[in-house]
């Protein structure tokens, strides 16, 4: 059984930074595709930033450089760098991990809420 673990979120004002992590724990063979996901009050949950195992990345139009997504291996944990953060950016990030283990899985973190003043 893999489990996922997101930290980092808070409240942070506006231009300000966070780093979230998501910790994967449990058998794991390797990790293949990871993104961040998020989802604010009354929205559908969106797509933020996402990596495949060869490294190749995308990002939502709306966080285009200002947020990096990347990964630890030997520490089976992915991290998304928030920079410049905006009031928009508030809402529950959740991680996603697509994650070999005794089988090939999809995992989704608890989320971890992000709050941005103005």
């Known amino acids: 059984q893999v489990q996922l673990v997101e930290s980092g979120g808070g409240l942070v004002q506006a231009g300000g930074s966070l780093r979230l992590s998501c910790a994967a724990s449990?058998?794991?063979?390797?990790?293949?595709?990871m993104g961040w996901y998020r989802q604010a009050p009354g929205k559908q949950r969106e797509l933020v930033a996402a990596?495949?195992?060869?490294?190749?990345?995308t990002y939502a139009d709306s966080v285009k450089g200002r947020f990096t997504i990347s990964r630890d291996n030997a520490k089976n944990t992915v991290y998304l760098q928030m920079n410049s953060l905006k009031p928009e950016d508030t809402a529950v990030y959740y991680c996603?991990?697509?994650?070999?283990?005794?089988?090939?899985?999809?995992?989704w973190g608890q989320g971890t809420q992000v709050t941005v003043s103005a």
């Open positions: 996603n991990l697509d994650v070999t283990s005794i089988r090939r899985d999809n995992y």
């Open positions: 449990g058998r794991i063979f390797s990790i293949n595709a």
């Open positions: 990596s495949t195992i060869g490294g190749s990345t």
